[in-house]
RNA sequence: CGGAGCGUAGCGCAGCCUGGUAGCGCACCUGCUUCGGGAGCAGGGGGUCGGAGGUUCGAAUCCUCUCGCUCCGACCA
């Protein structure tokens, strides 16, 4: 993408109402637009990141066996009357009347709607077990939406939900989800700790929250810090293997992390002193199991391979998709700006023109241009007719992991220089060269 | 919802207290110079001062109401 073509409205000022980093930096850098008290429109900077990280969540829900397929965001009320949470929603559950006066609402969550689908089409225990899951927009009244993003009252959840013919099934697919979360997050250069954690509204036994650090976080944790050099890396995971599963649950498990909603002071001092951790985190997904809380209600059940007929055993799993833009600048960044992961970047690399106009260097840009394409990457070439400190500070400030600087001074050499956004350092190298490295960084990504 | 504040050009702000016909920086447009870390000079365009009512010869400024937004608290993916 040429940005002389693109529509990137970059702010130098900070707007006056962004208190946290990835709030200013994303109003900045030309990703959000606010329209309303946490109501956001995606300008196409932020559009791209959000359909990343989209991608990698379905990316890996498939990968664990999950079927997606998208519900509505408004939903009838009479779903909820069913499951009894119509009156328990409370004020945060958005509430339409359409034009026949039936009583509407703007979907906070799905389970009822899930539950009705799957009780419509699913008879057999031969069926099972099933996980559905969506990627889509839902609204909750916040009182006090904040923080940009992280705290909006439209937000894009990928909301998962699992039918089992037992609970031991359904424990199998919690642990399912905790294992396919963890790698969804890793992918996104982050690293999310499962915690136990409350219910809520969802209601439920198992529980776990996923937390970033950031000081900003709105939850307070406690933790061994030995959990943050748990990683999955590269291994194989056999879904459907529920020992191998729940050993991984288990290893993530195990040490001490919890949010102050369960905290458990005694427990805490066993961990010892040097590993003993108070901070804050953002949260970034949660799973549950509830066992039949809704499918009793509203008669989703199966019938037996003994011919009884019984509610399945379900449980509900989110993760706050646009959120985790918000978690992911929180996560990195600098004075200058945003420092995106490579699993999450808008643009792979970004190349820099410093001599707009001069015949080599725009052709030494336009061929790097060409061969990153060839390679199936997608550069955004800074080709505007501005100065290089400018060029600079718009290409710190929107945090492309990976920078080809291109000048005079250097082709004279036969060179062009490559810049790590996170670590500053530079290298000067053939153009080919740096071609051939960006490549070789994205291989697999 | 309780407490505190703010709405003046696209963004950041001054002006309001003490009424007199709107200003600064950035951005934008034109020209010249400059050109490896947010350039300089000169010229230029853009604002029903959130909205409605009131007081006054006169309101961005004073009064009343209203809408929106932000911050602290309780609530939450």
Redesign the pocket.
Known sequence: MRLSRYFL????????????AS?RYML?AGMIK??????YSWLPMGFRVLRRIEEIVHQEQVRAGHIPLLMPTLQPADLWRESGRYDDY?E?MLRITDRHKRDMLYGP?NEEMITDIFRAHVGSYKDLPLTLYHIQW?F?D??????G?????????KDGYNFDLTKEDALHAYNRHMVSYLRTYERMGLTAIPMR??????GGDNTH??LVLAQTG??EVFYDDRVMALKLGARDIDYDDKDQVANVCEEFTTLYARTD?THDAGAFETVPEAHRKVGRGI????IFYFGTKYSEPMGATVVTADGARVPVHMGSH??????LLGAIIEANHDD??IIWPEGVTPFPVGIVN????DAATDAACAEIYAALRARGLEALYDDR?????????????IGLPW?I???????ASG???L?SRRS?E?EEMSAADAVERISSIYQGI
Do not use: Y
């Open positions: 409205p970059v702010l130098k000022e900070n707007p006056a109402e962004a208190q946290i709030h900045r606010q329209q309303a008290a946490g109501i409370g945060e969550t839902k909750r916040e009182i006090r939406p904040r923080f993003v992280m705290r909006g009252r439209e937000f894009l959840m954690a409350a219910s809520g509204p969802i929250e996923f709105e939850s909603e949260e970034v997904g949660q989110g993760i706050g998709v646009s959120r200058k700006g410093l001599k707009q106009g007719d501005e100065r290089a400190g400018a060029k600079f500070a718009s290409m710190d400030l920078r600087t291109v000048g005079p001074r250097g082709l060179k062009v220089e810049t500053g530079s």
